[in-house]
């Protein structure tokens, strides 16, 4: 069991990590080997101290050679899950399970929010893993809201399994394939139905279907984690980035405003110290 998983490579997952190594904590990173698009994308960061004007891609390289050198490898994974197990967490990714004393969220903010009835059918018909969930809907009529290029093998393995697929992508250049598989070009306005998820409210159309796969490269928190608080769409934390889940820790953008890198980064180096703190005082 590992004393730390950190959910997300951005700044303050980064800062996490390097104050964990530091207090030789053993941890997994997880996340995206190419750390935040969101940084890669910054034409110019102003205000982080010591590097005024620092483009965004100069400061990913740095983050980069960093964690190199304090021997820090990222584990790149998804993570669809993380439960409460009673005195550690489960962390689930696809059809893989880690397990810690402690985790932090650094996911970041969520570039697509969440539509009306998708965290209210969680688990009823709404899934956001292909992998965990795909074979619940062998031969059944499914929904697939999928926002990224990178994820349309699993919409693809959806296709193999499912009697038919209503494709929506969220993004340019769509090429899943399959006899069974529709396009849509609409947005999705909400996810509609009883007991479980029974249809998809569009713009343009109402779909039925069995299940709905929202196919997305980052979830929200609250999606993540099952009995998480939220304020305000963001993780609820207090100054030591405690959240209401003994030993869930959270920092950086999923927090709250102000979405800036130094917040991140010093909101990740408490999170990693409470975490120090509260390992010492659970073994004790």
């Known amino acids: 069991m590992y004393d730390c998983i950190i959910i997300g490579t951005g700044a303050a997952g980064v800062s996490a990590a390097l104050t964990l190594r ?33 483009k965004g891609a100069e400061l990913k390289a740095a983050f980069s050679r960093h964690l190199a050198s304090a021997g820090i490898n990222i584990t790149v994974k998804q993570v669809t899950g993380v439960y409460d197990m009673g005195g550690y967490f489960g962390v689930l990714c696809g059809q893989e399970s880690f397990e810690a004393s402690t985790v ?16 209210q059918f969680l688990g009823r018909g709404v899934s956001y893993c292909a992998t965990c969930d795909g074979l619940l809907y062998k031969g059944k009529n499914i929904v697939v809201v999928c926002t990224s290029k990178a994820m349309e093998d699993e919409a693809e ?20 394939k399959g006899d069974n598989v529709r396009y849509i070009n609409d947005m999705p306005r ?39 608080k939220a304020e305000g769409g963001h993780v609820a934390v207090d100054r030591l980035c405690r959240t209401n889940l003994a030993g869930l820790f959270a920092a950086g953008d999923c927090t709250g405003r102000p ?3 130094a917040k991140a980064v010093g909101e990740g180096n408490v999170a990693a110290h409470s975490v120090c703190d509260y390992l010492a005082e659970k073994n004790k």
């Open 22 to 54: 530091a207090r030789d904590k053993n941890f997994l990173l997880m996340g995206s080997a190419s750390l935040s698009s969101k940084l890669s994308a910054a034409e110019s960061v102003g205000n982080y101290p010591g590097l005024p004007s620092v």
């Open 259 to 261: 979405y800036q890198y």
């Open 157 to 176: 393995y959806l296709a193999s399994l499912a009697s038919s697929v209503v494709y929506a992508p969220l993004y340019k250049g769509a090429a899943v």
């Open 190 to 228: 909400s996810i509609e139905g009883g007991m479980r998820a029974e249809r998809v409210v569009f713009s343009k159309e109402t779909v039925p279907c069995d299940g709905v796969f929202m196919l997305k490269s980052a979830l929200a928190p609250s999606a993540l984690v099952p009995g998480l």
């Open 104 to 119: 932090i969220l650094a996911t970041g903010v969520e570039a697509v929010k969440p539509i009306p009835g998708e965290l």
